[in-house]
């Protein structure tokens, strides 16, 4: 059974400080992986979608890499801002049952200051 | 273009009340799901279906019943409500492994 993690739960940074977030999944054997940002009281919003082929995907000031082999992923976040404050979660769609489920870790719950 | 969505956005039920989600995506997708989320838990699969027709279980589908009768709709219903069914649901559409899409969700409260 694919199991997704993310580390930290919580964060919090200054404003412009740039920051990683990780993502690690037990099962390797992926078709792809991708990030959402989700704010509170509100639904997922698409951010990256990284295929089992690539090693990364960048959207503006953020950069998401693959490591298939070792079961891991990060999302870089340059320059933060408050408006970034959200929770992140990452989702990986793996070959268990054709490739057809999500499944998502618990998040990183980030908190951008002035 | 409406993308995913759910409908209602809000309902309170007492238990043992019976109710439908319904989930509709105007993108052809082919690939529907339900999801549960809990604090702490994360989100999990209820159930999902990969095309009108089908349906699958997931993670947690005890409690839970599914249609797909029309391509663009993914129905979940709720026969007899419990209180640990108290949650928000989400529902998500996609096309094969590709990018999927969320709607808002329903935050379903069970007294």
């Known amino acids: 059974k694919q199991e997704v993690t993310q580390i930290p739960a919580a964060l919090s940074v200054p404003e412009g400080e740039n920051l990683v977030l990780n993502c690690s999944f037990t099962?390797?054997?992926?078709?792809?992986l991708q990030w959402f940002r989700q704010d509170p009281g509100k639904g997922l919003t698409s951010l990256l979608l990284?295929?089992?082929?690539?090693r990364e995907q960048t959207s503006g000031r953020l950069n998401a890499s693959l490591d298939k082999s070792s079961g891991r992923s990060t999302l870089y976040i340059a320059a933060s801002q408050p408006g970034d404050s959200a929770t992140y979660l990452c989702?990986?769609?793996?070959?268990?049952?054709?490739?057809?489920?999500?499944?998502f870790g618990t998040g990183t719950q980030l908190k951008v200051e002035l | 273009n409406a993308g995913v969505t759910q409908t209602p956005k809000f309902r309170v039920l007492k238990t043992g009340q019976s109710m439908t989600l319904l989930c509709a995506q105007d993108?052809?997708?082919?690939?529907m799901y339900w999801y549960r989320q809990d604090p702490g838990m994360g989100l999990r699969l209820i159930h999902y279906?990969?095309?009108?027709?089908?349906?699958a279980k997931g993670e947690v589908p005890d409690g839970y019943n599914v249609s797909r009768l029309k391509k663009q709709n993914f129905l979940l219903g709720l026969e007899s409500a419990a209180p640990s069914q108290t949650s928000v649901y989400f529902c998500?559409?996609?096309?094969?492994?590709?990018?999927?899409?969320f709607g808002q969700g329903t935050r379903l409260t069970v007294v």
């Open positions: 998500a559409s996609r096309r094969d492994n590709t990018e999927a899409f």
């Open positions: 099962d390797s054997a992926i078709y792809n």
């Open positions: 990284i295929q089992s082929s690539q």
């Open positions: 989702a990986v769609s793996d070959l268990t049952g054709g490739g057809n489920k999500l499944t």
């Open positions: 993108m052809n997708h082919e690939y």
């Open positions: 279906s990969v095309g009108e027709g089908t349906t």
